[in-house]
Each structure stands twice: as C-alpha cells, then as structure tokens.
C-alpha cells in the first residue's frame, strides 16, 4: 500500500477541468451512472443474487463504449480485463462497482479484484510509482494509466467518481492517486414545499334542506 492519501477533488469548475483533461465531460460520466443503476435497479428478488451487479457492470461499459468509441476511444481486453483505451491520452478507462463512492472512505469494489487487474494496474501505474522489485514493468509508461468510474447505487441514489488506482497485491484496492467526485444524487421523493395542505383550501357551506 502506498503511504499517501488521495488527491480528492469535489469543486465542480476543477472536476471538469480535470475531466476534459482526460477527454471526459460530467455528463459522460453521469451517463455511465445512470445507465448502471438503472441496469442493477431492474434486477428482480427472483434473479440470482449477483444479478444486478452483472447487469450493472455490462451496461457501465456499454454506455463508456457507446459514447467513447465515437470520439476516437477503443476497445481493449488485455489480460480479459474490459476496459476502453485512449492512446493519445495515455489512459484506458475500466468500469468498477463500488459499495459507496463519492464518500469519506476510499470505495470498494463489489467483486475482489484478479491477478489479470492487478497486472493491468501495475503496467499502467508504473510510471506514477515505479519500483525496485525484479518484476517491475521495464518500459515505463508502455500501457496507459488505468482510471475507474466507479459507481454506486440503491434505489434510491446514485454516486459516481472518476478515481486513479493505486497499485496493490491483494484482492481489494489498497488506495488511489486521485479521486475526482462527479456525481452524487438522491431521486427519492422530495416534500413539496408549495403543495398545499387541508387549511388552505376554502371552507364551503352545505346547504340542508326538508323535503
């Protein structure tokens, strides 16, 4: 585990700034959010249990892919690792299910990671810590930086942030260089502060009358 905390970005003009430094915009990202969450919400109680994580996983990289792959992006499965590549930019973007993102604690991913992610993470963090061990990566700098958008959600909120992994060895990320804060929304039912209660409508005189 490396010895330093993220960098923690939450300013919304230097969170679209440092996206469009990586050829993303807010609304990409939230686009991303939403189409997961909308994929793990339509999961039933009768579907098995990993349902909608799966589906939320497929349709994170679906919507990267669909808006990516237009603006130049492509497709890469090194190691069977799903991820979308900007080779110009040096960064290749993954999808990750997280338990909570956008919060005080670095987030989670939902499923542990494999040795095909860790290697991908290593190749590419390389150059922001390169190490002494026989293992190292050689050439610096050769895969490009991996970034997650992470996304968590329930039925009624969503959170994504756009963060940079740092290496680890175990199952579980161990920190991130930076974390960018993207989206954090609630659609659950809001009181509404104009609706009007029983004392504000008029009072009416019923008229009662013999036959």
């Not at 585990?1 to 807010?26: I, Y």
């Not at 190490?131 to 039925?155: Q, Y």
């Not at 804060?181 to 609706?195: I, R, T």
Request: aromatic share 6%; hydrophobic share 40%.
């Amino acid at each position: 585990m490396q010895d330093h905390n993220p960098v923690v970005v939450t300013a919304e003009w230097q969170v679209k700034q440092e996206l469009r430094a990586m050829g993303l915009t807010p609304e990409i990202v939230r686009n991303v959010a939403i189409a997961a969450a909308a994929a793990r919400a339509e999961a039933l109680p009768v579907d098995p249990c990993s349902a909608g994580g799966t589906q939320a996983y497929i349709h994170g990289v679906r919507n990267i892919r669909l808006q990516l792959l237009p603006e130049g992006w492509q497709i890469s499965r090194v190691g069977n690792v799903e991820s979308t590549v900007n080779h110009a930019l040096g960064i290749q973007l993954c999808f990750q299910n997280v338990d909570r993102a956008c919060g005080l604690k670095n987030p989670e991913a939902i499923s542990g990671k494999g040795a095909a992610s860790r290697h991908l993470i290593e190749s590419g963090q390389a150059e922001l810590f390169p190490r002494a061990k026989d293992n190292a990566p050689k050439v610096v700098g050769a895969t490009p930086i991996v970034w997650l958008i992470c996304v968590s959600s329930d039925e009624d909120t969503v959170q994504a942030e756009v963060s940079c992994p740092e290496i680890f060895e175990g199952n579980q990320f161990e920190g991130f260089v930076k974390r960018l804060f993207v989206v954090d929304e609630s659609f659950a039912p809001q009181p509404d502060k104009g609706s009007r209660s029983d004392d504000d409508f008029p009072d009416f005189d019923v008229q009662v009358t013999k036959k």
